[in-house]
């Protein structure tokens, strides 16, 4: 299947500070990324949807102020945790589609954020 | 929008013995059912899926049927393995998830 790149694999950050995480499609161009976030023993839960050269759509409840996604080239989506606090420590998990239409999607390795 | 009812939630079978994990959707548009299986702190790996043109898809000792119909579809594994023990996500299109079951297969 298809690699998709996550990192950090983990990162501690303090309160107020924010963190930046990568999810690269290393050999497929990917239109369409999707950000979820999990909770220990919880499902996936998406967070936004972002297509290269456009504005993510965020899902009912987060905060796009908060939650900054950009997905500049087909390989590359970054989300951006603003201001973290501790309640933002979760596991952030992105996962890429590719572009020629396939249904498919293959996940990164997952962000472990731990807001101190 | 999509809801993914999932069922059951944790599930324990005796190794050899075949788990069903059952899910229901809402959404009559939904045409592509994944399943996965994450492994604890590593990332969801797609083992099966389903169109919603085809009515069962099989690879080894795993299945997926769907009922458009009825909105369901299911995971079949037969002949457990203890390494079949991770917990099992539904999806219908590939955003919506369901709660997961924790699948154990005890040796």
């Known amino acids: 299947g298809a690699v998709v790149s996550q990192h950090p694999s983990r990162v501690i950050c303090k309160s107020g500070t924010s963190v930046k995480i990568e999810c690269r499609s290393l050999d497929f161009q990917a239109t369409t990324m999707f950000w979820y976030r999990q909770f220990p023993k919880q499902s996936l839960m998406l967070m936004a949807t972002?297509?290269?050269?456009?504005?993510?759509?965020?899902e009912q409840g987060v905060e796009k102020d908060k939650f900054l996604i950009n997905h500049a080239s087909l390989t590359l989506s970054t989300l951006t945790v603003t201001s973290a606090h501790p309640e933002d420590s979760s596991f952030y998990i992105c996962s890429a589609r590719e572009v020629l239409g396939r249904t498919e999607a293959f996940f990164g390795q997952g962000t472990r954020l731990t807001v101190v | 929008g999509e809801n993914v009812e999932q069922h059951p939630s944790t599930l324990s079978v005796q190794e050899g013995d075949s788990a069903v994990i059952k899910c229901t959707y809402s959404?009559?548009?939904?045409?592509?059912f994944p399943w996965y299986k994450q492994e604890l702190g590593k990332r969801p790996q797609l083992i099966i899926d389903?169109?919603?043109?085809?009515g069962e898809k099989k690879d080894q000792r795993i299945a997926v049927t769907l009922n458009k119909t009825a909105k369901h579809f299911s995971l079949h594994i037969t002949e457990t393995q203890p390494e079949d023990s991770a917990v099992y996500f539904c999806a219908a299109s590939i955003m919506r998830f369901g709660a997961g079951t924790r699948l154990t297969v005890k040796p």
């Open positions: 972002s297509n290269e050269g456009s504005k993510a759509t965020y």
């Open positions: 959404d009559s548009a939904s045409n592509y």
């Open positions: 389903i169109r919603s043109n085809v």
